[in-house]
């Protein structure tokens, strides 16, 4: 398992709206599951209900859209970080609207297998975190119902500003004895064509595309605000107890940040790509 970093559930939330889009246009993306034609037509007593799994689920919020869609499906969030499962439980685990219900797991993705068949298998902005996890994918596959999908979104933006300054801080002779590899650590996506190519030598069909929000951010250095939900966790957890170096750190950053993201008229733009793969199981 692999040494990961402290979260915070409620720094994370704090921009739970333009966290959540990029989840909202996967799930727009995602065919219907096996047995969903017949649930529509009431025919319930031929289907069992869907089962579906979210990896790296975070604080849940994303986890319970989707029992929006799929509302008397057994939906289990599965996560890495005790803070995050413990905000899950607290606001999203129990029964759902139709009938259904939510639960949530510890769980490290790198080494998870489904223990039981799955009709979909979904990721949101967690993959990233997962060192090799498309050799995971024949193993997500064969844990799939014929007809069942594997879908999930990564961010592509490691080589923007926040990402690219974070990372040469850090290697700074002042940082690098103490925060060497975590400003970079967390780079583990492919290109958007490296996951259509191995999805579709797996016999899926393939729906693979990127996106680049302009997100208008409000307030006081909000690019900074956004990365200590995320990419700054590695350096926040490497420096935990010591609050001269945190608040050093985040000053030097936050200088670093204010050039490369200018506020404008309206806030501060923070373009951010996203990477989604939809694939659907024969
Ligand atoms: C950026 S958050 C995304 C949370 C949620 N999916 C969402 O869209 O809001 C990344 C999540 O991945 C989890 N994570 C990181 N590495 C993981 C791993 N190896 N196994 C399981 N979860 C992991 C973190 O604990 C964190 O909750």
Redesign the pocket.
Known sequence: M?S?PT?DPQQ?LRHSGH?TRP?LDLLGRIPDLPGDAARAAGRTGDVRPARIA??????G??TALLADRWPDAHITG????PE?LEQAEKHYAGTTSGGGWLDFRP????HWTPDEPYDLIV????LQ??PNHPESFPLWLEGLTPGGTLAFQVPGNFTSPSHALLGELCDTPQWHSRLADQGRRFVHILEPADYLTRLTDLGCQVDVWETTYSQLLPGEDPVLDWVKG?ALRPVLTALAGDDEAIQTFLDQYRTLLRQAYPPGRHGTVFPFRRIFAVARKP
Not at 107 to 110: G, K, Q, S, V
Not at 123 to 126: I, K, Y
């Open positions: 692999y990961a979260w994370y966290r989840f979210d990896l790296g689920c975070g604080p919020n994303v599965f996560d890495l970080s995050m769980a490290d993705a790198a990721s949101n902005a967690a975190w997962v995320t």
